[in-house]
């Protein structure tokens, strides 16, 4: 009997002491668990910390690039409408150029007309020609006169129709080259249609007494034209001041 109690009181001290153990093993795991579950929940604090500064910067962002996407629309507006009016400009100089050039080719053709009129002229006086075609000569050189300082003004050169056709038939067929284009590919002639010249019109080149090319009239103004020279006509280099006469 006391055997017996002995040992149920030495099983349960032990067990006790079993129990007791268990509870000081799960007190410390409980603390181990608590402990990292407090470090767990302040990273992922300190992580929604950082996504929420995140999300901020790349709000920031978003509306920089939608700026600077404004911006550079504004700019590409900008450049297309600056290369609009730069081309525009170049158009117009371009016209004012060509326009230039016609001027200057009709008044340098308007002032070897009169000159070359001047000299029919005075050849008419010494002849003794009849007072009618003198006449018909100071008419001419008049309108010449007048449109030359028109010309001159910026107004536009009126067309010499009126004039004494007596005067232009004297003269009808000669001209001379008033300029040479390069190379020999074209020249510049004061024959206009207030002479009776007409595109296709042909036109022998004379040095003195020898042709050295053959021009055909490709644009005709009133008071000078512009013929292009055939290549295989031409025999020497063409200068300013050479004759030229119309092809039979």
Avoid: W
Avoid at 1 to 19: D, E, K, Q, S, Y
Avoid at 40 to 58: G, I, M, P, Y
Avoid at 120 to 142: E, F, H, M, N, W
Avoid at 155 to 183: D, E, I
């Amino acid at each position: 009997m006391h055997r017996t109690l002995l040992f149920l009181c030495t099983l349960a001290i032990g067990c006790a002491a079993l129990l007791g153990g268990l509870y000081f093993r799960t007190s410390a795991g409980k603390k181990e668990v608590e402990a990292r579950l407090v470090d767990e929940s302040n990273r992922a604090a300190k992580l929604s910390a950082d996504l929420a500064v995140t999300q901020a910067q790349s709000k920031a962002q978003t509306a920089r690039i939608g700026t600077l996407e404004s911006d550079l629309n504004d700019t590409k507006a900008k450049l297309t409408a600056a290369t609009s009016r730069a081309t525009e400009l170049d158009r117009n100089l371009t016209q004012a150029k060509n326009a230039l050039a016609v001027h200057e080719l009709n008044a340098r053709a308007l002032a070897a007309e009169l000159e070359a009129l001047r000299r029919d002229l005075a050849g008419s006086r010494a002849s003794a020609a009849s007072p009618q075609a003198v006449a018909a000569y100071k008419a001419t050189i008049a309108e010449l006169e007048r449109q030359l300082a028109a010309a001159g003004s910026g107004a536009a050169a009126v067309n010499a129709a009126g004039a004494s056709t007596a005067v232009f038939s004297s003269r009808a067929g000669r001209a001379s080259v008033l300029t040479v284009g390069p190379g020999n590919a074209f020249v510049v002639l004061n024959f206009g249609t207030s002479r009776g010249a007409q595109p296709g019109q042909k036109l022998d080149i004379v040095q003195g007494t020898t042709p050295v090319a053959t021009v055909t009239l490709s644009d005709v103004r009133p008071n000078f034209s512009i013929g292009q020279v055939s290549p295989e006509t031409l025999r020497a280099d063409l200068q300013k001041g050479d004759s030229a006469l119309l092809v039979p």
